[in-house]
């Protein structure tokens, strides 16, 4: 589980960095430009940044229609930061601090 909204906000911003969509989230939340588009199913995004667009909302704590399948559509650099930060959720705080550790852009 997160520690804080601050640390879910930074982990779904490291996620949209992979696709360099970071501008879309910021240390407070999705931008309005990320409702409108998580409003209309990522509609207008490539098949990966929705992917990873739709991974950040489930990970915000929101609805996601997301499929697990659409995980394996994505390049190994993608997947393996969902699939750890996953792991990292379900160890705690200190593992996700590690996590963005990895991934967060300065």
């Known amino acids: 589980m997160f520690s804080s909204e601050l640390q879910t906000n930074r982990a779904c911003r490291a996620l949209l960095a992979l696709m360099r969509l970071e501008h ?3 240390p407070k939340g999705p931008t309005i430009d990320a ?5 209309r199913n990522g509609a207008g ?3 990966s940044e929705r992917a ?11 609805p996601s229609p997301l499929l697990f ?6 390049g190994t650099g993608a997947t393996e930061a ?4 996953l792991v990292a959720l379900a160890r705690g705080p200190r593992e996700i601090d590690k996590w963005l550790g990895t991934y967060e852009r300065a």
């Open 24 to 26: 879309m989230w910021t």
């Open 35 to 39: 409702i409108d588009i998580y409003q």
């Open 45 to 47: 995004l490539s098949t």
């Open 52 to 62: 990873v667009f739709l991974a950040a909302w489930a990970f915000y704590d929101r």
């Open 69 to 74: 399948s659409e995980l394996f559509l994505l």
């Open 82 to 85: 969902i699939c750890s930060l």
